[in-house]
């Protein structure tokens, strides 16, 4: 099976810091791996992913490191912003044959102006 | 917005009820998933449906099952109803086969369902 475990319940920045949300998972096998964040009253939204050929992917004002070999994920966010208030899960998808993703238990990220 | 849409937004049954919980994809989606997310917690995987059978299961009890129709609806059938029932129920949805791990998943906006 697989567990997945984030490292922070609550991470407070001021707006225009960097973020940095850590995330470790336990089965050396898995091979995808999904952020998402979620805000009150809605479904988690993708952010960005990466396979587990990569050790780093980019997106716009984010950033996906990982490190297979400690079986760790972090997602780093740039100049934050007060939108970017919310809980961030990162998930891993399983190699089943179908979809299936496992979920951290999240980071609830609180921006202050 | 992901195009994925959940009624009702918010339910209130009692225990030992039965309930039904919708989901409507976008065209072309092929795959809808169903988790259950308890307060404060990541979701969990109920199950999945590809093509209007279920192809994948987590740890959930016989008493959750669920029906997929060819017109990108689905929906998520509880029976006997239990007070750990209480959560947000997501469906996500993906265009891919269901089978490819990079099919990206889009979620629905949840329905709260509380327990009595």
């Known amino acids: 099976g697989e567990s997945v475990g984030l490292h922070l319940p609550t991470l407070s920045v001021q707006e225009g810091d960097n973020s940095i949300i850590n995330c470790a998972y336990s089965?050396?096998?898995?091979?995808?791996f999904i952020w998402y964040k979620q805000e009150s009253g809605k479904g988690p939204q993708f952010i960005i992913d990466?396979?587990?050929?990569?050790d780093k992917r980019q997106g716009q004002r984010v950033t996906v490191l990982l490190n297979k070999t400690v079986k760790h994920l972090s997602l780093q966010i740039a100049a934050t912003q007060p939108g970017d208030s919310a809980v961030y899960f990162c998930?891993?998808?399983?190699?089943?044959?179908?979809?299936?993703?496992?979920f951290g238990t999240g980071t609830r990220l609180l921006v202050s102006p | 917005e992901t195009g994925v849409t959940q009624s009702p937004t918010h339910l209130i049954k009692t225990r030992g009820q039965q309930v039904t919980l919708r989901c409507s994809s976008q065209?072309?989606?092929?795959?809808v998933s169903w988790y259950q997310q308890a307060l404060g917690q990541g979701p969990q995987f109920i199950f999945q449906?590809?093509?209007?059978?279920?192809?994948g299961r987590g740890n959930f009890p016989p008493r959750f099952s669920g029906l997929q129709f060819p017109n990108y609806s689905s929906e998520l059938n509880v029976n006997a109803l239990e007070l750990d029932d209480s959560a947000l129920y997501l469906c996500?949805?993906?265009?891919?086969?269901?089978?490819?791990?990079?099919?990206?998943?889009?979620f629905g906006p949840g329905t709260r369902l509380t327990v009595l």
């Open positions: 996500a949805s993906t265009t891919g086969l269901g089978r490819e791990p990079t099919d990206t998943q889009y």
């Open positions: 089965n050396s096998a898995s091979d995808y």
């Open positions: 990466i396979r587990s050929n990569m």
């Open positions: 998930a891993v998808m399983m190699n089943t044959g179908f979809q299936k993703l496992v």
């Open positions: 065209s072309g989606h092929n795959t």
């Open positions: 449906y590809y093509r209007e059978e279920e192809n």
